[in-house]
């Protein structure tokens, strides 16, 4: 394209559009866009989406809720190895790291659950003899070898809270929102950390996926300490939860997330299936910024034919991470730092510059992560960006009908507006 046309067509983009976007119960702010009569040119901070699976780590897929046990995922197999590759493969294939929300009292080969009667339904008499097999190894190695497609995310020992042999809903909170006995709690902390040890699994998850969705935000009632702040202190800085099963959900700061002692607490929005659907076909429009699924959503009858199931949620992905307003989280930390600035930060486009301000979003000190952002600009001709105020850490283009540009900068905090030039 020549410097006439370029010039006259970066002239002609001026006039604002801004319209809400809606997501369920939630308004979501849409990024604006700024376009002409004849080319348009519109600059998104795009709303990012992260992929979180709860319910892996069964061995048995049997719901054992009639005879006291968990109600694991309710399917008519046992699981297999390559129901953890799926999850890899599904993470590789989109250039993602899927949360996989586990549960972990299956994977204990030494019985060290006898030591935690309310994690179980065999209480002190626990025995998992039945699934210490070798493959355990197996998926472990899966695991170990694909953190970069694999993020295990604390979900719960046992998923239910049994006493006196009979469990009830669920392990971190009962079904008033009353958080469990914080000894409990942290004895349940420990004993996860120690059967994730025992496979070499690395260090203490930083996100959770409450059990069952039993969540209180803030302290339960009668109590001082919430179980965020207890999870903090293990180093969990995120936690994933739909917020209209959520307990205390009036003390939300935010649409699409609240701070709970230093806990980033996200919205998760509806899930397209029922948890015993299996396999799952996607096909409706996401109703929050999570995909949240359960693991036989994701997964065949038959596991040698796994991967039919993953291609369609690929395909299904990929067209939100297409779109203008929208992109897939590489991660969950990149998840919550972009979510935030989908929030607060702002983004136009005026007489040729990609202008970025960032004073609202540094309001608010107690968020974390505020170096990085990503922004998503669309126009029908191609473009060329520099500046002086950020780096461009690096630019992916896409072009069907139009050019889409995503760029991922990193923030000079010396300035709380900056802007990105069109050459």
Request: net charge neutral.
């Amino acid at each position: 394209m020549n410097q006439i046309s370029r010039r006259k067509f970066l002239e002609n983009t001026a006039a604002i559009t801004a319209a809400p976007l809606i997501f369920g119960l939630n308004p979501v702010r849409k990024s604006t866009g700024y376009r002409s009569d004849e080319n348009d040119i519109r600059v998104f901070i795009p709303l990012p989406v992260q992929v979180v699976i709860d319910d892996v780590g069964w061995w048995s897929g049997k719901d054992g809720s009639e005879m006291q046990e968990p109600y694991r995922t309710g399917i008519n197999r046992n699981h297999v190895p390559s129901d953890y590759q799926a999850i890899v493969e599904l993470g590789r294939a989109l250039g993602i790291r899927p949360q996989a929300a586990m549960i972990l009292c299956e994977w204990d080969k030494e019985n060290i659950l006898k030591q935690v009667p309310t994690s179980t339904w065999m209480g002190s008499e626990w025995d998992n003899s039945k699934w210490a097999g070798p493959w355990l190894e197996e998926a472990a190695d899966i695991i170990r070898n694909n953190t970069k497609h694999f993020e295990i995310t604390l979900h719960g020992v046992g998923h239910e809270y049994w006493e006196g042999g009979k469990f009830t809903r669920a392990e971190w909170t009962d079904s008033d929102g009353i958080m469990r006995p914080q000894a409990e709690v942290e004895k349940h902390i420990e004993y996860y950390q120690k059967l994730m040890d025992q496979h070499k699994l690395g260090s203490f998850p930083k996100s959770f996926v409450p059990a069952a969705f039993r969540h209180s935000f803030g302290p339960s009632k009668g109590l001082d300490i919430s179980l965020a702040s207890i999870l903090r202190a293990k180093g969990i800085t995120y936690i994933n939860t739909p917020f209209r099963s959520m307990f205390n959900n009036e003390r939300v700061q935010y649409d699409l997330f609240g701070m709970d002692s230093g806990v980033i607490t996200v919205d998760r929005g509806r899930d397209q299936f029922n948890w015993t659907t299996f396999p799952g076909n996607p096909s409706e429009d996401l109703t929050g910024p999570t995909c949240g699924m359960h693991w036989p959503n994701l997964l065949h009858p038959e596991p040698e034919r796994n991967m039919e199931v993953v291609s369609h949620w690929v395909d299904y992905l990929q067209k939100f991470d297409r779109k203008a307003d929208m992109m897939l989280a590489s991660d969950s930390v990149s998840f919550q730092r972009q979510l935030v600035h989908y929030h607060f930060t702002k983004a136009d486009f005026k007489r040729g510059k990609l202008n970025i301000d960032f004073k609202e979003r540094d309001k608010h000190e107690e968020i974390p992560g505020k170096d990085k952002l990503t922004i998503k600009v669309s126009s029908k001709l191609p473009l060329k960006f520099k500046s002086s105020d950020m780096k461009i850490l690096s630019q992916k283009t896409t072009e069907k009908n139009e050019w889409i540009y995503s760029l991922e900068l990193l923030r000079n905090f010396d300035r709380p507006e900056v802007t990105i030039d069109i050459i």
